[in-house]
């Protein structure tokens, strides 16, 4: 079993709070969030980012051992993940997670790709822990 952390620091309330989120590898230390960096375009990080950084990472390394159990040896992946932030009542809440794939596998047809990339959205570990649509757009060079 792996555990991880994260941390986060809140200084002042709403609006006019800073925060801070660091991460147990030191990736994070520190490092600046709010209202500002949330909702704004101000240096820092929010949670969206953050989440979006973990689900495209989560379901690229998720792809990388797919394609490699397959009996692939060469290749190259490219994620971006956009998560989505929608108004819910009084709050919020992420409603969805669009990947966007882009690969190059040496010998693999599109069909294969797309059944091993479809498996690996829907088991990596974070789409798992995701209450949201998550949707996949995959192209191969």
Do not use: W
Request: hydrophobic share 40%; proline share 3%; net charge negative.
């Amino acid at each position: 079993m792996t555990t991880r952390s994260g941390s986060a620091k809140y200084e002042g309330l709403g609006r006019d709070g800073k925060g801070h989120v660091s991460t147990q590898s030191g990736v994070l230390s520190d490092s600046p969030y709010g209202f500002n960096t949330r909702f704004e375009d101000a240096p820092g990080t929010n949670p969206e980012e953050l989440i979006a950084a973990a689900h495209a990472s989560c379901f690229t390394m998720a792809l990388s051992f797919a394609l490699a159990k397959a009996g692939y040896s060469t290749g190259t992946l490219a994620t971006t993940a956009k998560v989505t932030l929608d108004k819910d009542g009084d709050g919020f809440a992420i409603t969805r997670s669009d990947l966007t794939l882009t690969g190059k596998v040496d010998g693999i047809a599109a069909d294969e790709f797309a059944t091993i990339a479809a498996d690996a959205k829907a088991n990596c570990p974070v789409s798992k822990v995701l209450n949201a649509e998550i949707t996949l757009t995959h192209a191969l060079d």
